[in-house]
């Protein structure tokens, strides 16, 4: 079983085609639902009582909920607009809500996770939480700005707890203070993480571990609509695929990587969740293929 801990939330979402309002997302979801293609998946976060029970279903149609906690107030919300290109995103809004002094407890059965993906959150709580498990072969990180600018040496001292940190490229230069990619890997390295991988969007990927540097492109797509999420269900490809596995090979970690790739694709040519709640059985396995055929030579 793969556990992930990290933020349910109603977004609003501006692109240049079409405005969300207050529709399911947050870090988690989209990392435990892209992983649960793959594993059977617990989700810790916690919600407000504005949730509706449209969005609970959707959650409890792919996820384990025993880790999902429904506190008084209002959920965790986001409002964020895309620019033309859809390659830059403002933050118009972060209302933490419940979210904010929330205390999450990992369920008895989520402690023998072997597997435990911590997505975008507090890194002082993230720290903590992974101290709970008692058994754990791989866990992984993500981080944002926010918390960068924010609480630097925590997510310094939360990336020494972790195995992987997953993170993307310009906030791999904003944490590390290096302009090279390279030696923003070689840093955070040096904090604790025994493989880095730095996301570049629809260029996909460069992991790092020992001295090597694996990179993987992106899987081409004529059509993108909203990239939220994305980075999310990379990552939660990505552990779900290991966990499916139960293994920490290196041979695998890299195909791990491809089925992190191929995941975020699927996110990112429909709106919100759309993306990968549509994905039907056989749909991973033949872009799998094209990947194969796109990157062969």
């Known amino acids: 079983m793969l556990t992930v801990f990290g933020s349910t939330a109603l977004d609003t979402i501006r692109t240049p085609t079409k405005t969300l309002k207050n529709v399911l997302g947050g870090a988690a979801t989209y990392a435990a639902i ?6 059977k998946t617990g989700l810790i976060a916690v919600v407000g009582e504005d949730f509706s029970k449209k969005n609970h ?6 996820l384990d909920l025993q880790g999902l906690t429904i506190s008084k107030g209002k ?3 986001y409002d964020g607009k895309y620019d033309n290109t859809l390659s830059t995103r403002s933050t118009l809004k972060t209302e933490l809500n419940v979210l904010g002094d929330f205390k999450p407890i990992v369920p008895d059965e989520y402690k023998k996770s072997q597997f435990v993906y911590l997505a975008n959150n507090d890194p ?3 720290t ?3 101290k709970e498990f008692d058994n754990v072969k791989f866990s992984m990180c993500d981080t944002i700005d926010f918390w960068i600018s924010t609480k630097r040496s925590a997510v310094i001292k939360m990336i020494k707890n972790v ?3 997953v993170i993307n490229d310009e906030e791999a230069k904003l944490l590390t203070k290096e302009h090279n990619l390279i030696k923003c890997a070689k840093k955070m390295k040096q904090w604790g993480a025994k493989y880095v991988i730095i996301k570049k969007g629809e260029h996909g990927s460069l992991m790092f571990y020992d001295d090597v540097v694996f990179p993987t492109a992106g899987f081409s797509l004529e059509n993108v609509v909203d990239p939220t999420g994305a980075g999310d269900s990379f990552a939660g490809a990505m552990i779900g695929y290991l966990a499916s596995k139960n293994t920490t090979k290196i041979s695998e970690i890299k195909k791990a990587v491809v089925y992190g790739n191929v995941l975020g694709s699927f996110a990112v040519e429909k709106y919100g969740l759309d993306g990968l709640l549509k994905i039907k059985k056989g749909d991973i396995g033949k872009r799998i293929k094209s990947y194969e055929k796109m990157i062969q030579f």
Do not use: P
Request: glycine share 0%.
């Open 128 to 130: 903590k939480l992974i």
């Open 124 to 126: 002082e709580q993230n």
């Open 75 to 77: 959920t965790f919300r």
């Open 57 to 62: 279903n959707i959650l409890s149609k792919y």
């Open 34 to 39: 892209s992983s649960s293609n793959f594993v």
């Open 163 to 165: 195995d992987a940190v």
